[in-house]
């Protein structure tokens, strides 16, 4: 889709995460000229890999699925090979509920969403009344198309769903947390539904795990920012925007530096990192956090499965970084939307580890007491608080000139990758179609 626009406009991008990174490329497929700027030292923003030693961890353990269709487009159009990016794995749930275990494996073989239907009907550790009551309920959301006329919180669709507590606490909980990061008490109940009906309702590979197969900044953010560059795209770390005003000229965009003058802005910074550049009202977002948990072990120190769930303290799930991201020895335990945790790191460490070692207590096999070594990242700020019916800016603001972009912009998704590629996308092509306008 390389298309040569008659007008070149030249657009200013602030921010290069995932929003930025997408809209500056769609906007170059299109002719127009881009500065991507960025604060950082470096580009990706929340989805980016923080060297640690010898090795590069991620700022947090990530995990997308093969409904993001936005995110498989902009490797597509980027001409990155989404098997170099990602490791994909068809759909399997390892959850373990103190010492039960409950193990939900799609087959390979059968469409969507059969492949769920007879995941659940087969799932081992799930009792016969879970499995009826979710199949019904699926059955139920998608005769409702997957939509609410009202949204609820999760927790109160499960209840009318009478899904029952194990399978909450096992599958629908984890679900919800991995997506919305948001406890199910106050999650979102149509967003969650809006990722349910992607993952389940089309192709059978929507529902695939992907996991970066390194790490995020080698994977996915060098690569991506390299194509921008190749394109002729110009690119500034270490260059935080401080002001941008609309003059006669266009909009004049202030850095630490310089100022100079665009036809349009793209502003991909987090809506609590606006307030500092531009009179853009956007309404305050609560956030939630996420903490990664990274415990070195020797290199042939294995797990039974790549990603393991926990459905049995703070830590919700385990992912063995040999099997997914080639670093042996390498597990990230993520503990998602929890209060303040526990202040000592070592004892957060050892909580970790007395949690995979119960979960692994079903395999007969442990964990040493003691990594080689550990490292705790939190991300206070991981996401925004995916609450029912969040009021949330559009692409489009009281200035014709200037446009968000951001995991936070309305949409269908809640703050995901997905939902920040879309983002930037949707304020590319508002660019591009003004632009075509103006032929
Ligand atoms: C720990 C963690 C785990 C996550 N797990 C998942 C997951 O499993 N799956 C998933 O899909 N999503 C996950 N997410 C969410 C995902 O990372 C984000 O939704 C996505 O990266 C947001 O991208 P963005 O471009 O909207 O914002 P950001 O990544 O926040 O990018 C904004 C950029 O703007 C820059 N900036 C700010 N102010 C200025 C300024 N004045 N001038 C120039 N630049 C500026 C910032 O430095 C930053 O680089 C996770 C997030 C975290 C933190």
Request: with cysteine; proline share 6%.
């Amino acid at each position: 889709m390389n298309a040569t626009a008659s007008v070149g406009k030249k657009v200013a991008v602030i921010g290069a995460g995932l929003a930025g990174i997408s809209a500056a490329l769609r906007l170059l497929q299109h002719g127009h000229q881009v500065c991507l700027f960025e604060a950082a030292p470096q580009a990706g923003g929340r989805a980016r890999g923080v060297p640690h030693h010898t090795t590069l961890l991620d700022n947090g353990q990530h995990l997308c699925i093969g409904a993001y269709r936005a995110t498989l487009t902009l490797l597509q159009e980027a001409q990155l090979e989404s098997g170099q990016v990602f490791m994909r794995l068809p759909l399997t749930l390892h959850m373990h509920h103190g010492t039960q275990r409950m193990s939900l494996v799609t087959p390979a073989w059968l469409p969507a969403p059969l492949h769920l239907l007879w995941g659940l009907l087969t799932a081992q550790g799930l009792d016969w009344h879970s499995k009826w009551r979710a199949i019904c309920w699926m059955q139920q959301l998608k005769q409702q198309a997957f939509t609410l006329a009202q949204d609820i919180p999760v927790a109160e669709l499960l209840r009318q769903g009478q899904q029952t507590p194990f399978a909450i606490r096992t599958l629908w909980e984890p679900l919800c947390l991995a997506a919305l990061n948001t406890p199910i008490i106050f999650a979102s109940a149509q967003i969650f539904l809006n990722v349910l009906r992607d993952s389940f309702q089309h192709r059978r590979q929507d529902s695939d795990f992907l996991v970066v197969k390194t790490d995020l900044s080698s994977a996915l953010i060098q690569p991506l920012l390299q194509r921008i560059q190749e394109s002729g795209g110009e690119v500034r770390l270490r260059c935080p925007v401080t002001a941008i005003k609309t003059t006669d000229a266009g909009c004049e965009l202030s850095t630490t530096t310089d100022v100079a003058i665009f036809d349009n802005v793209i502003i991909a910074a987090g809506p609590h990192q606006l307030k500092t550049m531009t009179g853009v009202a956007i309404p305050a977002f609560d956030y939630q956090p996420i903490t990664t948990v990274y415990l070195q072990y020797s290199t042939e120190t294995r797990l039974p499965h790549a990603i393991m769930g926990l459905c049995h303290g703070l830590a919700q799930w385990v992912f063995d970084r040999g099997q997914c991201c080639d670093q042996a020895g390498l597990l990230a335990v993520v503990i998602s939307a929890h209060p303040p945790l526990i202040a000592d790191k070592t004892a957060l460490v050892a909580q970790c580890i007395a949690e995979i070692n119960l979960a692994l207590s079903t395999y007969h096999c442990s964990l040493p007491a003691q990594p080689l070594w550990s490292q705790i990242i939190t991300e206070k700020r991981a996401t925004f608080s995916c609450t029912p019916s969040l009021q949330r800016p559009t692409t489009h603001t009281a200035d014709p000139h200037i446009f968000l972009a951001g995991d936070y912009v309305a949409g269908p998704y809640p703050a995901t990758i997905e939902g920040a590629v879309s983002s930037g996308f949707a304020a590319a092509q508002a660019i591009i179609d003004s632009a075509d306008l103006t032929r």
